[in-house]
């Protein structure tokens, strides 16, 4: 009868996505709709989508399990996920603070729906070579991390119930796919809205059980302390550490996770579709505020979960796991626990993993969006079919965001790949290719072209030889730092120094960039922020 109540609560939510989206592909007139919803998105969906779409599963799977590993293997876990939790923090209120308008001001004015496009259009690139380039890497980028979102679907009903990974993982993801392929931006902004909801929710039920489940806080703090190797936790948050495990660079190299804001391609595009920029300043303070709160929800759950792990028997004092046993998981585990004390909390339980769902999937739509726009809009019509009517824009839209599910689900087939591992790479690799470009492109009128494309392309390279050659080889040394850093520093080097060897930007180029400029009326930046 539980497992019933709580299958009942998941597909009720699943339900609710698809009617969102058929409801909102009644509204959906042309590939503009399709992507940007209209330009028509109310400052508190622009504000709870961004978010949503931007944490994904790993606010309630990834960010808690390594505050959680932190008790078993790796005791600067917990400070790894605090320190990323504040560089994000501080990220996202920077990123709607200097980003959010001039975005939305530049697109209009020059007629982008996509990023790709913006770049084009910013810097005077009549040959397409930064749309391809930019549609490229977003393809590269989104797909893995669209998996990552899919193999959490799969991981949580085969926790729950025993379901065959593979099984579960597909059904969720053509979830997904219906409901973007049919409502497109605005199905996915609306769906995003409600499962910001549905996230928050979550967070606080587990907190609230987690500690009358341990006894009160008390008692938390007594078994962190007794697990082997724990020691001080004072110990992982100094900036001169000693024991190797953290210190300056490893805390500067993981808030540099904030930087990543400033390129993410799905969170941009909410900026470019609110309906009015004036409530820019409305959804940054909500959306500020509910990552902030969110985030910390999240590690203390790690923290509380290390507790219930250890009452449950999945762990022993000195750090043994049972068989099976996923840090990742912990939200499913206290969702378990919460189901087994009578069937009213099991269709809490299954709200409560509604909320994973919510968190995959609202991340998932969004990085679907961006990814087809740049296959269909900044490939194929820009280079193969200019002439395409709006007919068949929307046709090949649906059919891209089919095309590179497909290919996410076959990168999703592995059970064993870690979501926090895959959306730190896929953050990287987005916010040096794409973050000092658009920060120069907003705020810099010398920057050029070449400089762009010299910018981009080699903050995404960088992440990879950083990721996969500098750290392989220097691992436990200075160097051992999160790719994102170096990687968006070499990439905001080649765009200053390409730009300044190169010939100036054209007139046309710099007049839109004053008329920008002017437009914003020198408050872009909202200095009377609050």
């Known amino acids: 009868m539980k497992i019933t109540m709580m299958i009942l609560a998941i597909f009720m939510y699943m339900g609710m996505m698809l009617y969102i989206g058929i409801r909102c592909s009644k509204r959906n007139k042309s590939s503009d709709d399709f992507y940007l919803g209209g330009r028509r998105l109310g400052p508190f969906v622009t504000a709870m989508s961004a978010e949503a779409s931007d944490m994904s599963s ?11 590993i932190s008790g078993l293997v790796n005791p600067g876990g917990f400070a790894e996920a605090v320190w990323t939790a504040v560089g994000l923090g501080v990220g996202t209120y920077i990123n709607w603070l200097i980003v959010a308008k001039p975005i939305r001001v530049y697109t209009e004015k020059t007629k982008s729906a996509t990023l790709p496009d913006f770049f084009s259009a910013r810097f005077g690139d009549k040959k397409g070579i930064l749309t391809a380039a930019a549609a490229v890497f977003i393809v590269v980028f989104f797909i893995p991390y669209t ?73 938390i703090g007594q078994n962190i302390l007794s697990i082997e190797g724990i020691g001080s936790l004072g110990q992982y948050f100094s900036l001169t550490g ?25 969170i941009l595009l909410r900026f ?32 509380i979960g290390l507790n219930f792990v250890l009452s449950e028997g999945m762990i022993s004092l000195s750090g043994e796991a049972v068989a099976g046993f996923d840090p990742e998981r912990i939200v499913i585990y206290f969702a378990q626990g919460i189901a087994n004390l009578d069937s009213f909390a099991a269709i809490i339980a299954g709200l409560i993993l509604s909320g994973i769902l919510a968190s995959t999937m609202s991340t998932a739509d969004s990085q679907l ?75 810099w009128r010398r920057t050029n072209k070449w400089g762009a494309l010299a910018g981009m ?36 080097l080649a765009i200053i120094v390409v730009s300044l060897l190169t010939a100036e930007p054209e007139k046309e180029v710099t007049d839109v960039f004053d008329e920008v400029k002017a437009a914003c009326k020198g408050k872009c930046a909202d200095k009377e922020a609050a």
């Open 369 to 443: 969006l961006a990814a087809s726009s740049s296959v269909s809009e900044n490939l194929v019509k820009r280079f193969f079919w200019k002439n395409m009517s709006d007919k068949w824009q929307m046709w090949l839209a649906r059919l891209s965001v089919i095309a590179i599910s497909v290919i996410a689900i076959f990168l999703a087939l592995n059970p064993e790949a870690s979501i926090f591992k895959i959306v730190s790479f896929a953050w990287a690799g987005f916010g040096a290719a794409f973050g000092p470009l658009v920060l120069c492109a907003l705020f």
């Open 147 to 219: 998996a990552s979102g899919f193999a959490s679907i799969g991981k949580l009903f085969n926790t729950l119930f025993g379901v065959d990974y593979v099984l579960a993982m597909v059904i969720g993801a053509i979830v997904v796919i219906c409901y973007t392929v049919a409502g497109g931006f605005l199905a996915a902004s609306q769906t995003d809205f409600v499962q910001s909801i549905v996230m928050t929710f979550a967070l606080f039920v587990i907190i609230c059980f987690g500690v009358e489940n341990a006894g009160g806080l008390g008692p």
């Open 457 to 492: 392309i080699s903050g995404a390279v960088m992440v990879f030889v950083w990721k996969f050659v500098v750290r392989t080889a220097a691992k436990g040394t200075f160097l051992d730092i999160y790719e994102l850093l170096p990687a968006f520093l070499v990439s905001l």
């Open 242 to 266: 000693t024991d190797g495990s953290y210190g300056f660079l490893p805390i500067v190299s993981t808030l540099a996770w904030g930087l990543g804001y400033f390129g993410m391609p799905h």
């Open 58 to 68: 790993w606010l309630l799977m990834g960010l808690p399990g390594v505050a959680l």
């Open 272 to 303: 470019m579709a609110i309906k009015d920029s004036d409530k820019l300043k409305l959804s940054r303070r909500v959306a500020s505020v509910w990552v902030v709160i969110s985030m910390a929800i999240a590690i203390c759950i790690g923290v």
